[in-house]
């Protein structure tokens, strides 16, 4: 008899998660993996050691025993753990690509939130499409959601908002990890960044209520990330929350040797909040913009009117012109059909559903240059100089992504914006302009204290400069321009 088969288990007592009235098979596999667990202690000691060596194996990558293991047994493919996650999740979960990739070989089968841990998107997408609103539901790992930010989406997490994924979405409400967290908690520090940026300029609660009072606040202050710490800042989170030990985040900046975070959480009250409330308040006449009843058409349809939004003019018009009433669309991410071509540039699908009666916010009026109704917005609410757009754009964006116009960017700075406060992940405006060769628009944000040698990491997780990214779209003046300034290499 094998070691493997004969090593005794500590926890041979203490039950594992299962689906009920299932086969011993459907138990232990990923077709069990929605909803409906209970408590079921393994049938014998000997099936749990068995397990307890096999999951062993998978956490530690070791390939050769992993195989073994099956050759004896191949129903273990089956295993789960005490948490009800597959071997092949625990095998993602401890990094472990090359026994994913076993597991897989042998025969295990992934669901949609598997597939969104391993990022498999093709496959994530042909099972989300066949089950529409599995997403959604409860899961050993969380939502798809939650499963992709384990999984370091990144910038792809774009495609859970897009198969009807909620950021917000907590099926057993604080028990339920929240997804900002669990992308501030994965391993690699540049990843956690981004898929937090990410959530958060997406709709994601800033502030969502954690069982343990542990905040993504905590997390990001805790881990030095200073441009998240100070995203969460602006869009709203606690800084007065107390974990479970009674520590606020400043507490954890402090313990962690972080003096920048430490010293942005002293000064927070200088830090400008969020605002949005132009985004959806008048319409292109300056009448109060209506809310439409889009309960007839799903979810779906909706992110796909969004989706086309961005670059696809005919797609945009043949949908408003049988619906009229999707010109008004807002997606998952709280994009609306309008921003999103507003921020790609794309005037004439903006001209188009402004004419359908599509809202017209601060963020869009400024990519169309249109200063008059920018100046009204503006001496309505002065706090909208701090308004974002769509996925958290700030608002100094818009005259470069409308094509570079000095007016409206003066309009803006004479308004109280500040090009080195208005950016994510530490782009600016600059870095915008110099990477599509807008030689006056970045002479003139020169002028008005914009850093040249600050380093952003909204299009690169590694970070770029504006000269790099002059230098990326082979812009020599602008090149030029930024070296005479001071930018180095």
């Given at each position: 008899m094998t070691h493997e088969s004969t090593v005794a288990n500590r926890e041979s007592s203490r039950p594992h998660l299962v689906k009920s009235r299932l086969s011993r098979r459907a138990l232990l596999s990923g077709s069990a993996a929605t909803a409906g667990w209970v408590a079921?202690?393994?049938?014998s000691a000997h099936e749990v050691s068995v397990r307890e060596v096999f999951l062993g194996a998978v956490r530690a990558g070791d390939s050769a025993r992993v195989t073994r293991l099956l050759d004896t047994d191949s129903g273990l493919i089956y295993t789960r753990d005490d948490e009800n996650r597959s071997a092949y999740a625990v095998a993602l979960l401890a990094g472990r690509s090359e026994v994913s990739k076993l597991l897989l070989e042998r025969g295990h089968r992934p669901d949609a939130q598997e597939a969104a841990l391993a990022l498999d998107w093709p496959l994530f997408e042909s099972l989300a499409q066949k089950a529409p609103g599995i997403v959604n539901l409860d899961h050993p790992l969380g939502t798809a959601m939650v499963a992709a930010a384990r999984g370091g989406a990144g910038r792809d997490i774009w495609r859970i908002y897009r198969q009807g994924g909620d950021p917000n979405v907590r099926p057993r409400g604080k028990d339920s990890p929240s997804a900002v967290r669990v992308a501030l908690e994965h391993r690699d520090p540049l990843t956690a960044e981004i898929?937090?940026?990410?959530?958060?300029?997406?709709?994601?609660?800033?502030?969502?209520?954690?069982?343990?009072?542990?905040?993504?606040?905590?997390?990001?202050?805790?881990?030095?990330?200073?441009?998240?710490?100070?995203a969460l800042i602006r869009k709203g989170a606690s800084i007065e929350a107390r974990d479970e030990m009674g520590r606020s985040p400043r507490d954890l900046a402090e313990a962690g040797g972080h003096p920048r975070v430490v010293e942005l959480l002293a000064r927070?009250?200088?830090?400008?909040?969020?605002?949005?409330?132009?985004?959806?308040?008048?319409?292109?006449?300056?009448?109060?913009?209506?809310?439409?009843?889009?309960?007839?058409?799903?979810?779906?349809?909706?992110?796909?009117?969004?989706?086309?939004?961005?670059?696809?003019?005919?797609?945009?018009?043949?949908?408003?012109?049988?619906?009229?009433?999707?010109?008004?669309?807002?997606?998952?991410?709280?994009?609306?059909?309008?921003?999103?071509?507003?921020?790609?540039?794309?005037?004439?699908?903006?001209?188009?559903?402004?004419?359908?009666?599509?809202?017209?916010?601060?963020?869009?009026?400024t990519v169309r240059d249109d200063r008059r109704r920018m100046a009204e917005l503006l001496a309505e609410d002065p706090l909208r100089i701090h308004e974002r757009g769509a996925h958290d754009f700030?608002?100094?964006?818009?005259?470069?992504?409308g094509g570079g116009s000095i007016a409206a960017a003066e309009l803006l700075v004479k308004a109280g914006a500040e090009i080195e406060t208005q950016h994510v992940l530490g782009t600016t405006a600059l870095h915008l302009a110099a990477g599509r060769g807008q030689l006056d628009m970045v002479d003139f944000l020169c002028e008005h204290g914009a850093d040249v040698n600050r380093v952003g990491r909204f299009h690169d997780a590694k970070g770029l400069t504006p000269l790099q990214s002059?230098?990326?779209?082979?812009?020599?003046?602008?090149?030029?321009?930024?070296r005479d300034r001071g930018a180095v290499a």
């Open positions: 079921v202690v393994p049938s898929t937090a940026s990410s959530l958060l300029g997406n709709g994601a609660d800033a502030n969502p209520e954690e069982r343990d009072g542990r905040s993504p606040l905590h997390v990001a202050a805790e881990r030095g990330f200073l441009d998240l710490v100070e927070h009250r200088r830090i400008p909040r969020d605002c949005w409330s132009s985004r959806r308040a008048y319409d292109v006449h300056g009448e109060p913009f209506e809310e439409p009843d889009l309960s007839a058409f799903s979810v779906l349809r909706i992110e796909d009117v969004v989706g086309a939004a961005h670059f696809n003019h005919q797609s945009t018009v043949a949908s408003i012109q049988q619906f009229p009433v999707l010109a008004k669309a807002q997606g998952l991410t709280t994009e609306g059909a309008v921003e999103a071509c507003a921020h790609t540039g794309q005037l004439p699908i903006v001209e188009d559903l402004l004419a359908a009666g599509a809202p017209y916010s601060l963020p869009t009026a700030a608002l100094l964006w818009y005259p470069v992504l002059a230098e990326a779209g082979d812009h020599g003046q602008v090149v030029k321009l930024l």
